[in-house]
C-alpha cells in the first residue's frame, strides 16, 4: 500500500500506521515547514517529501498508485480561536485536499478538522460525499480534544473509553511518572484542555494546559503551576517520548499542537487490515 499524507507535519500519520500495524510501502508527505520535516526524516528517513500540497500532482507518483490519502487540512480559519474566515482563509486549502483526492483516486482517505460552523461542516461533507465522526481524544489520553473525521474507511466507530492515571502523564525529566501523590483515575472535568499550537507562549490565564507544582494535579488556575515539558505533551498526544528530540522546545510545541493524537488515528487506521 502506497501512502499519500497531505499537511503531513512531524508524520503523525506514519506512527499512527505503524501502531495499528497496517504495512505500506511507499509513505508520501506533503509539508513545507522545515522543523516538522527535520523530526519525520530522522525517525522515517525513507519518507518521500513533495513540498507544498499546491503543487502536488499525478505525475509525481509515476506508475505508482496512492491507495490512501490522510491529512489535517489548516484549522485557523475554522477554528473559534481563528479569526473566523472559514475558506476565504487558509483553511481554504482544504479545496486543494480535495483537488487531490479527486485526480489520484485512492481507496482510502481520510481528513481531519476542528468542529466548527455547521454551514462550513456541510460543505465539507458535500465535497468528501461522507458524513464526519467526532472522535474526542479524551477516549484514549488525558486531553480534552474534539476533532471531526472524514473518512470512507468501512467500520469506523466511537471507541471505547480507556482508564488511564494521572500520574502516568506527568513525567520526570527522564520521561518517567512522578513520585507525587496523584494515583486517581480521571474524571470529566480533570483532564488537560486542548494543547495547540500556540502552546509555547505560554500558560499564564490562557487556559492551556498546566500542572501545579504544589500538589501535581491538574490545574490551570493557582500560582504555582507549571507548563507541561514537551515530552508530557507527547505524552498526551501518544506521541512516543523523544520523538520531537532535535529541535528547539518552541519547534515541539508548535507540532505537537498542530498534531494528531496518535490513538485516535491508529483506531480509524486500523480498520484498514
Known amino acids: 500500500m502506497n501512502v499519500l499524507s497531505l499537511f503531513d507535519g512531524m508524520s503523525c500519520g506514519q506512527l499512527a500506521l505503524n501502531k495499528a500495524g497496517v504495512k505500506y510501502d511507499k ?5 513545507i515547514d522545515t522543523y516538522a520535516m527535520k523530526v519525520t526524516q530522522q ?11 499546491e503543487f502536488i500532482t499525478k505525475g509525481l507518483f509515476g506508475a505508482n498508485s496512492v ?14 480561536a481563528g479569526d473566523g474566515s472559514g475558506f476565504d482563509g487558509k483553511s481554504g486549502l482544504f479545496w486543494e ?19 466548527m460552523k455547521k454551514e462550513w461542516e456541510d460543505i465539507i461533507t458535500q465535497a468528501l460525499g461522507v458524513e464526519p465522526i467526532e472522535i474526542s481524544s479524551a477516549k ?7 476533532r471531526l473525521y472524514w473518512t470512507n474507511i468501512p467500520g469506523v466507530k466511537q471507541p471505547d473509553q480507556r482508564e488511564y492515571s494521572v500520574s502516568d502523564y506527568i513525567l520526570d525529566g527522564d520521561g518517567f511518572p512522578t513520585s507525587c ?13 486542548t494543547l495547540t499550537a500556540t502552546y509555547w507562549k505560554g500558560i499564564r490565564g490562557s487556559g492551556r494546559p ?5 500538589e501535581g494535579i491538574l490545574d490551570d488556575n493557582r500560582e504555582a503551576h507549571r507548563m507541561l515539558t514537551p515530552r508530557e505533551c507527547e505524552a498526551i ?19 505537537l499542537g498542530n498534531g494528531w493524537t496518535i490513538d485516535v488515528i491508529t483506531h480509524i487506521l486500523k480498520h484498514t487490515l
Not at 498526544?237 to 507540532?255: A, E, H, I, N, W
Open 27 to 31: 509513505y508520501y508527505a506533503s509539508e
Open 43 to 53: 525517525s522515517y528517513p525513507n519518507t518521500i517529501q513533495l513540498g507544498s500540497v
Open 67 to 80: 491507495d490512501l490519502i490522510m491529512g489535517g487540512s489548516p484549522c485557523q480559519s475554522f477554528s473559534k
Open 97 to 115: 485536499y480535495v483537488r487531490i483526492l479527486k485526480e489520484l483516486q485512492p481507496r482510502y482517505f481520510l481528513l481531519e478538522n476542528v468542529p
Open 140 to 146: 484514549f489520553v488525558p486531553q480534552s480534544r474534539r
Open 181 to 193: 501523590n496523584t494515583a486517581r483515575f480521571f474524571k470529566e472535568k480533570e483532564i488537560f484542555s
Open 210 to 214: 498546566a500542572v501545579s507544582t504544589e
Open 237 to 255: 498526544q501518544g506521541v512516543p517520548l523523544g520523538y520531537t528530540d532535535g529541535v528547539s522546545k518552541s519547534q515541539r510545541y508548535k507540532m
